[in-house]
């Protein structure tokens, strides 16, 4: 099986199809799958654009529309994870996963399915630890607080991924597990990224939560994106364990490294995306714990008995297959030729996929109830100090990389002066 993995989308995906159609004809191969690490920004009209935490000269419809209308399709199957730019109004449509446009398929905000024989896990988002411990208490429309927090990687999210026991094969992140920088060339990177220098001695770039899945996991590949630039690790699981191969991609920019080909051993094909049993258990068995609130989470209530629901899921997935639900628009699509104002969009839909996702494990749907009131100790004002690199601010505070680089261009031309 040949996969192409993409670093940061940014929306282009016209740019990153047409770059592997072309390295298909020229090397006279075929791309099975393409993975992306994050900042898809699966954006559909102009009111998605309010729940991108982008600044507004970087807000643009970019191509993803295109696919979701069905003007374009996807040449190869795509599943991808968020990252720390994204429209989180309609990622948080799909938090269990689903297909975000016809052969595009959103891993949720943690998941793992099955692309023929092979397992892939990934988990979106990035790690801020003032957040890590709270809820998913954010709601569209966001304020200036929450279009922040909605996209912090949540220990709920993590801890059920910390129950898979059946092997990963690629796993993807978007920020990087801490201290991976110790497996590779850091200097070569400090060299690249100067600015990166504190973090990597203080080691704190990263997340911690990354780092827990991949000591627990430990596939044979993971990708991550995130910091803009390429940086490979292997990592040792203990003297005589198994290697994970780690490999960081930089965005969709000419010249810039932000794509790798790979080939992986697999059954025969046809393959296509199908829901992993394992997952489904997890998720039906977390279902009951499942935090909507800035409260802490608990977790003493979970029934952790996860072969029952697998074995009550077998029969389930052999009545209908393990095929994802279909695809469904649930809003109107941009039009270039159309001035539209926000007014004619109205309110945030249920997903039929999600909806017809719970219908199968028997779950409620949770996604619009309103969380409750957070503790006051957790108020967002007082996580956002942007700017900051305090130890009150993100543990990874190269968080806004495009805004750092454009900083970093600044002192550049200020040299050069």
Same mark, same amino acid.
């Given at each position: ?8 989308? @940014?929306?282009?995906?016209?740019? /990153?199809?047409?770059? *592997? #159609?072309?390295? %298909?004809?020229?090397?006279? !191969? ?121 996209? @912090?990687?949540?220990?709920?999210? /993590?801890?059920?991924? *910390? #129950?898979?026991? %059946?092997?990963?094969?690629? !796993? ?131 029934? *952790? ?113």
């Amino acid at each position: 099986m040949r996969i192409a993995v993409e670093g940061c989308m @940014h929306g282009d995906l016209d740019t /990153v199809y047409k770059t *592997l #159609q072309y390295a %298909e004809t020229k090397n006279n !191969f075929k791309i099975d799958l393409l993975l992306c690490c994050g900042d898809f920004q699966a954006v559909r009209n102009e009111k998605d654009l309010e729940s991108l935490n982008v600044p507004r000269k970087y807000r643009s419809m970019n191509s993803f529309w295109k696919y979701y209308s069905g003007e374009e399709v996807a040449p190869f199957p795509t599943i991808f994870i968020g990252g720390n730019h994204e429209a989180s109004n309609y990622m948080w449509e799909l938090y269990h996963g689903g297909w975000a446009a016809p052969n595009i398929y959103f891993l949720g905000f943690a998941g793992v399915v099955k692309f023929g024989n092979i397992r892939i896990g990934g988990l979106s988002g990035i790690y801020n630890q003032r957040h890590y411990h709270l809820g998913h208490y954010e709601r569209p429309p966001y304020n200036e607080h929450t279009i922040r927090s909605v996209y @912090h990687v949540r220990e709920y999210d /993590v801890h059920q991924l *910390l #129950q898979v026991e %059946e092997p990963i094969d690629i !796993f993807l992140s978007h920020d990087w597990p801490v201290c991976i920088t110790d497996y590779g060339n850091s200097e070569e990177l400090i060299r690249r990224k100067p600015y990166f220098r504190k973090e990597i001695e203080e080691r704190t770039l990263g997340s911690v939560a990354a780092a827990q899945l991949l000591e627990k996991l430990k596939p044979p590949y993971w990708f991550s994106a995130h910091l803009h630039c390429k940086f490979s690790a292997l990592v040792q699981h203990g003297e005589g364990g198994p290697v994970t191969k780690f490999l960081a991609l930089d965005k969709c920019l000419p010249g810039r490294p932000f794509l790798q080909i790979l080939e992986i051993e697999s059954e025969p094909g046809p393959h296509e995306i199908q829901y992993d049993e394992e997952w489904l258990a997890i998720t039906r068995s977390f279902n009951s714990v499942f935090p909507l609130t800035g409260k802490k989470t608990n977790f003493g209530s979970v029934d *952790l008995r996860v072969e029952d629901s697998r074995q009550w899921l077998k029969s389930r997935l052999q009545e209908r297959g393990a095929k994802p639900f279909e695809f469904v628009r649930t809003v109107p699509c941009y039009n270039p030729s159309q001035s539209v104002s926000n007014h004619s969009f109205s309110g945030y839909p249920r997903n039929p996929q999600t909806v017809s996702y719970l219908q199968l494990l028997e779950l409620p749907y949770l996604l619009d109830s309103m969380p409750e009131p957070k503790d006051v100790s957790y108020s967002p004002a007082s996580f956002i100090q942007r700017g900051s690199f305090s130890d009150d601010s993100e543990t990874i505070p190269i968080d806004d990389v495009d805004e750092l680089e454009e900083l970093a261009e600044v002192d550049d031309e200020e040299a050069k002066e």
